[in-house]
């Protein structure tokens, strides 16, 4: 049985390895460019920056599960601070 790097040295494996490349290359160029393009547009209108800046911070801000937000308030309001 031959090894990932013996294929390297047929041809008959060059089309498929050249395939392979070309989308990974194109799905990463396509995916860069398109988060590129969400960027401008969001950071180009100062009222879409302030609503995306918001929900961003909203985001990470709040709990990550309601049970556990629940428990230390709870704790909070039953400790009297």
Partial sequence: ??????????????PLFTTQ???AFNDNLFKTSMVLFATYAVFNDP????????????????PRSRGNWR?????????GS
Avoid: P, V
């Avoid at 009222?47 to 709040?62: Q, V």
């Fill in 1 to 14: 049985m031959l090894n990932a790097l013996g294929l390297l040295k047929q041809r008959r494996f060059l």
């Fill in 47 to 62: 009222k879409m920056e302030a609503n995306f800046n918001a929900a961003s911070c909203h985001s990470s801000c709040c």
């Fill in 71 to 79: 428990t230390a308030t709870t704790r909070r309001e039953s400790s």
């Fill in 21 to 23: 490349f070309l989308g």
